[in-house]
């Protein structure tokens, strides 16, 4: 199916074992993001990549670990997890305009991961 | 940088009653504003966005926002809710970085 698409959609993990999310998207859209939302703080940005093998850090990068060597996949990892890693993930992609114009576009979202470190 | 200010955690109203949520937001540069929903156990769905051009933006679902620029805000209304509109809404703001700060959220729940 066309879109966006986040595996697992649940998970529980042990504190200090090693977890990835997956994302994969099919419009071929250049940028990616990986955002994690908690209760009273919206959504916030872990990392982002602009294209395949360039990645950068966002508002709360610490304890996660990006990737993407392929434009469609860009899988989360959280290293050693702990207990305030546990949230809702949610990946996202976008088309930026053409240059002269507007110089961002929409966000589309996959439907999320609910994650839970004991 | 960019940051958004929901003022509004939660909305309680009443079907086919009107429905206004607030957003603030700061930035030194010419921004994009965004208004996102989010229905329960669901990712983020575009309402409406304002990138330039006319202040007053319509959006899907009979939803509009008014940018104003003195003010620095990005009203959400809908002159008449359905039980279908009870959701979280988020506003969003972006630079030339494409990247999105998002608010808090404003939790609506519309009662019959």
């Known amino acids: 199916d066309a879109g966006i698409t986040q595996s697992p959609r649940y998970k529980i993990t042990e504190t200090g074992r090693q977890v990835t999310l997956m994302c994969h998207q099919t419009?071929?859209?250049?940028?990616m993001f990986w955002y994690r939302q908690d209760l009273g703080h919206g959504l916030r940005l872990i990392y982002y990549?602009?294209?395949?093998?360039?990645?950068d850090k966002g508002e709360v990068p610490d304890g996660y670990v990006v990737s993407r060597s392929k434009t469609e996949n860009f899988p989360l990892t959280l290293e050693s997890a702990t207990r305030s890693q546990t949230s809702v993930y949610f990946c996202?992609?976008?088309?930026?305009?053409?240059?002269?114009?507007?110089?961002?576009?929409?966000?589309?979202f996959g439907p999320g991961t609910r994650l839970t470190v004991l | 940088a960019q940051s958004v200010t929901q003022l509004d955690s939660q909305v309680p109203v009443f079907e086919e009653a009107p429905v206004e949520l607030r957003c603030n937001y700061s930035?030194?540069?010419?921004?994009?504003l965004f208004w996102y929903v989010q229905y329960p156990n669901q990712g983020l769905q575009l309402l409406l966005k304002?990138?330039?051009?006319?202040?007053l933006v319509k959006g899907i679902n009979g939803f509009e926002a008014e940018f104003n620029k003195s003010q620095t805000s990005f009203h959400l209304r809908k002159p008449s809710v359905h039980i279908s509109d009870t959701a979280e809404y988020f506003c969003?703001?972006?630079?030339?970085?494409?990247?999105?700060?998002f608010g808090a959220g404003t939790t609506v729940t519309v009662r019959a």
């Open positions: 996202a992609s976008s088309e930026p305009m053409p240059k002269g114009e507007s110089s961002t576009d929409t966000q589309y």
């Open positions: 419009w071929s859209h250049s940028y």
């Open positions: 990549s602009a294209a395949a093998d360039i990645t």
């Open positions: 930035s030194s540069v010419s921004v994009y």
């Open positions: 304002y990138l330039s051009g006319s202040t």
């Open positions: 969003a703001v972006s630079g030339i970085d494409y990247k999105l700060s």
